[in-house]
């Protein structure tokens, strides 16, 4: 049974900073690429970052880009986001995601997704 498993959400003011962390479980995603999105009270969910199986090329939302940046462990089977300069308007739940599929190198729609955390919440107060 596949589990992805998010973790580092929290309070922070603005201009402060998050790590948010996503242990995948059951199975190895190090070929395919991973992928965090985020949902808003009455929002839908919304792509923000995604990174490539081997790590080294990554695509941002341009609402986060040079503030957000994703990482993985392939050891580790894991995915990161670092979240800085955060702003109020960055408060969602958020979602690690992770394909089985090498069909598309950075995909930014939640269709491409096969497995999805629970959500970690990040709140931001101005």
């Excluded at 929002?43 to 957000?68: C, M, N, P, Q």
């Excluded at 050891?75 to 979240?83: D, E, I």
């Excluded at 939640?110 to 497995?115: G, I, L, S």
């Amino acid at each position: 049974q596949v589990q992805l498993v998010e973790s580092g959400g929290g309070l922070v003011q603005a201009g402060g900073s998050l790590r948010l962390s996503c242990s995948a479980s059951g199975r190895t995603f190090s070929t395919s690429p991973m992928g965090w999105f985020r949902q808003a009270p009455g929002k839908e969910r919304e792509f923000v970052a995604t990174i490539d199986w081997s790590g080294g090329l990554t695509y941002y939302a341009d609402s986060v880009k040079d503030r957000f940046t994703i990482s993985r462990d392939i050891a580790k089977n894991a995915v990161y986001l670092q979240m800085n300069s955060l702003k109020p308007g960055d408060s969602a739940v958020y979602y690690c995601a992770a394909t089985l599929s090498g069909r598309f190198r950075l995909p930014s729609v939640r269709a491409a997704y096969d497995y999805w955390g629970q959500g970690t919440q990040v709140t931001v107060s101005s």
